[in-house]
């Protein structure tokens, strides 16, 4: 998907903004570096009244990582095997089901896939343990993700969550601008705005906007305040047509379109209090600043 945004956005004189999303505070994501030989446990608790699940951990195609799961009672099921097709297990009041991906043509990345789908009404509960060992290590990056949107139990994540990478799907295409969100009453950074991470292949997310408690019309008539990423991407997609306007219609500069209008953005952008580097994985290039970032020549 990340791949055909960015390939629209090189078709016509357009700008797609996406929400960097709200899952910055949450223990959705784990990850870490695994060596030869070393093996590493994370640990996962899943809250009652589960009633479906599913994990996702990502490595470099190239490093060969054992396996291995241990339920909440302490049974710990066999080595999970990379091949092709459904692994299945059973685990207590939990059905376990195991998919090894390839890497596409677009990743040298590998997925594999584990669902969690109760035998009755819900999962088992307690703390599950992932075991990995390193068997075969190039490069050794390892990520894992649960789902994110507030579909969990408050009480299921990881136990030493990572807040870096916790950027939602398309705001991680390369060539669109990634928008997080800032509480632009107390000049302060959410905490919940989706955050970009050193391992990421380019730096994101690009800059953020006022996202906390914004006035905005709902379904039915009348106001209400919102809060969330979301609703601080508009204020970058109008300031973007703004420029484009004020480059393309008025004929200031009829190049004012894509990447560059990103790039006069991430110049424009202005500096929040408690950072110090820019960019940085939280606010990017800083808060959104339309004034300047208009190239006034």
């Not at 109760?118 to 990995?132: A, E, N, R």
């Not at 380019?202 to 914004?214: E, F, Q, T």
């Not at 919102?226 to 970058?236: I, N, Y």
């Amino acid at each position: 998907m990340e791949t055909y945004i960015s390939n629209v956005v090189n078709v016509g004189r357009s700008v797609i903004c996406v929400g960097s999303g709200n899952n910055g505070n949450d223990r959705i994501h784990t990850a870490g570096q695994l060596r030869q030989g070393q093996t590493e446990t994370i640990e996962m608790s899943i809250g009652t009244y589960e009633t479906t699940l599913n994990l996702q951990l990502w490595k470099a195609y190239a490093d060969e990582i054992e396996i291995s799961i241990e339920t909440p009672s302490g049974e710990r099921l066999p080595t999970l095997s990379e091949k092709i097709g459904t692994q299945r297990y059973r685990a207590g009041e939990t059905n376990l089901l195991i998919y090894y991906g390839k890497p596409g043509p677009f990743q040298v990345t590998q997925e594999i896939y584990f669902d969690f789908i109760p035998v009755g009404t819900y999962l088992t509960s307690g703390i599950w343990k992932i075991h990995l060992q390193g068997k075969r290590i190039r490069e050794g990056n390892y990520n894992l993700w649960l789902p994110g949107g507030n579909v969990l139990n408050p009480v299921t994540g990881f136990y030493r969550p990572v807040a870096s990478e916790t950027l939602t799907i398309p705001s991680t295409a390369a060539k669109v601008i990634t928008v997080g969100a800032y509480d632009s009453r107390l000049n302060a950074y959410a905490d919940f705005s989706g955050r970009g991470g050193e391992r990421l292949s380019y730096p994101k997310p690009d800059l953020v906007a006022p996202g906390v408690n914004i006035t905005a019309p709902v379904p039915g008539g009348g106001y209400a305040n919102v809060t969330g990423t979301s609703f601080a991407t508009p204020f970058v997609t109008g300031s973007a047509a703004l420029m484009m306007e004020w480059g393309i219609v008025r004929r200031n500069d009829p190049f004012l379109w894509g990447e560059k209008v990103k790039a006069y953005l991430r110049r424009g952008a202005q500096p929040l209090p408690g950072f110090e580097k820019y960019p940085n994985e939280s606010v990017g290039w800083g808060a959104l600043c339309t004034a300047q970032s208009i190239p006034y020549m």
